[in-house]
């Protein structure tokens, strides 16, 4: 590595600390804070737990501020080289300006790979681990019952089984309905009123009827009523109650995995897979704001900490405005996932090349 390279990656890394306990502090005072005081009203949450919950939480916002922090740090450091006169100097050394931005690139890509393993590891297990804390005091009135569950299995995209339940209280199923399918067409319904799991037999019906439909119009519907029935469903009950995680919450992988048994079931997976890109893409945003920030920092008069967090805001604000339109664009089947993840990227990647293209010239 040259001394110039040396030199600038000194110098990005007091400012891109700086930058990621500013902009932690302003998005964990000005959402996050304000959210869990919030709810610690509402729920009557103890200020331990209080604590705690900040800390889960922490994670999610510190890896938002990475990408933030890079373009605060080359804003600020080639505005104050640019105020004193050390860009003329490398350039009268026959040092371009394009040469001076190889090691930004390269720090910036650095913050985006880190960024994505920061983000498959410690950010999903804490935020799932405070979502878990958050509801065990949301549902601290009746833990231990879940209503109106619906349940649909698919095989190869057409349903097989519909199972709708009132409600689960201490592992007893109410009100149960179970409607069956082959070959699309309906085959049995089965209603009951209270069942459970057991582990070695499944499922066990008490105090239902069940009606079969023939696959022939000459054949008559069969009716059978029981007191006590077994019900092969290859099914636990926990699966029906099973929290489904939030975006935040998930892996690559598990949002891959999630993709694949939408797509076996005939299920719409565009969202999960925008989800999937714009974890990579984000990530990567610190690369492009690398370009970006040393394209407005080489203009006059960007040497202050102020006026380069400043700048960091509003370009920040234009690429989540653009990253909103082209979600909302997204979802609405208008762009496809992938283009909707990429493209603000791409547009603040491009402008960034171009004004550092016009910047170099000068």
């Given at each position: 590595m040259k001394i110039i390279d040396k030199y600038?990656?000194?110098?990005?890394?007091?400012?891109f600390l700086f930058g990621i306990a500013a902009f932690t502090f302003i998005?964990?005072?000005?959402?996050?804070?304000?959210?869990l005081i919030g709810e610690s009203i509402k729920y009557n949450i103890p200020i331990l737990d209080l604590i705690i919950l900040?800390?889960?939480?922490?994670p999610q916002i510190i890896a938002i501020s990475f990408?933030?922090?890079i373009l605060f740090s080359t804003i600020s450091v080639f505005g104050r080289m640019g105020n004193d006169l050390?860009?003329?100097a490398f350039r009268s050394s026959g040092i371009s300006l394009i040469r001076v931005t190889i090691p930004v690139i390269i720090f910036?890509?650095?913050i985006s790979l880190l960024t994505i393993g920061f983000n498959e590891s410690i950010v999903p297990k804490a935020s799932s681990m405070a979502e878990d804390l958050f509801r065990s005091y949301r549902h601290s009135e009746k833990p231990t019952i879940k209503e109106n569950i619906n349940f649909t299995q698919y095989k190869d995209g057409?349903?097989?089984r519909i199972i709708n339940v009132k409600d689960i209280k201490e592992g007893i199923l109410n009100e149960i309905t179970v409607a069956e399918f082959e070959n699309g067409s309906l085959h049995r319904i089965i209603r009951s009123k209270t069942g459970k799991w057991k582990k070695l037999t499944g499922w066990e019906f008490y105090n239902g009827i069940m009606h079969y439909f023939p696959k022939n119009e000459q054949k008559k519907l069969t009716v059978i009523n029981f007191e006590k029935e077994?019900?092969?469903?290859?099914?636990n009950p926990i699966d029906l109650t099973k929290r489904k995680k939030n975006y935040e919450e998930m892996s690559r992988k598990e949002l891959m995995n999630q993709i694949l048994n939408k797509i076996r079931n005939g299920e719409n997976p565009s969202k999960d897979i925008m989800n999937y890109h714009l974890k990579l893409s984000i990530a990567f945003s610190s690369l492009i704001y690398s370009i970006i920030g040393i394209s407005v920092g080489v203009k006059p008069h960007r040497s202050s900490s102020a006026m380069g967090l400043g700048l960091s805001l509003i370009i920040i604000l234009v690429y989540f405005i653009l990253l909103s339109i082209s979600m909302g664009l997204g979802l609405s089947n208008t762009m496809s996932p992938l283009f909707a993840a990429w493209i603000p990227n791409i547009i603040v990647g491009l402008t960034g090349i171009l004004l550092l293209k016009k910047n170099s010239s000068l």
């Open positions: 600038i990656f000194k110098e990005l890394i007091g400012p998005l964990a005072g000005t959402t996050l804070l304000f959210n900040f800390s889960l939480k922490l990408p933030m922090s050390e860009l003329i910036g890509l650095i057409i349903p097989i077994f019900i092969k469903i290859n099914i």
